[in-house]
Nanobody
Framework: QVQLVESGGGLVQAGVSLRLSCAAS????????VGWFRQASGKEREFIGY????????NYADSVKGRFTISRDNAKNTVYLQMNSLKPEDTAVYYC?????????????????WGQGTQVTVSS
């Protein structure tokens, strides 16, 4: 079993960048695909993207493609979400999650392990 902890959230102005971290303990994160999701107040949890075990495979939602980048440092057992050109509509609680599944993994039900989330608020 793997435990995940997100960090790096905060209150920022529109247009700036922010990097979130997802640190794992309990098991090595390199054996999992790691995804990022977000949930705005009153809305369903939304898929942002994921990174495969070897980091060669990434997939992003159209809403963040070109602005957000997911990377991983398996030596540090950590996955990152780099968010650039932030917009007020990016305001949400951001979650990382780990999956042993293969293929297109863009549904919450495909991820067995979740962090507690970190709040990102983007002011206009």
């Amino acid at each position: 079993q793997v435990q995940l902890v997100e960090s790096g959230g905060g209150l920022v102005q529109a247009g700036v960048s922010l990097r979130l971290s997802c640190a794992a303990s309990g098991r090595t994160l390199s054996t999992y695909t790691v995804g990022w999701f977000r949930q705005a107040s009153g809305k369903e949890r939304e898929f942002i993207g994921y990174i495969g075990r070897s980091a060669e495979i990434t997939n992003y939602a159209d809403s963040v493609k070109g602005r957000f980048t997911i990377s991983r440092d398996n030596a540090k057992n950590t996955v990152y979400l780099q968010m650039n050109s932030l917009k007020p509509e990016d305001t949400a609680v951001y979650y990382c999650a780990a999956s042993r599944a293969f293929g297109l993994i863009d549904q919450t039900t495909m991820y067995a392990y979740w962090g507690q989330g970190t709040q990102v608020t983007v002011s206009s």
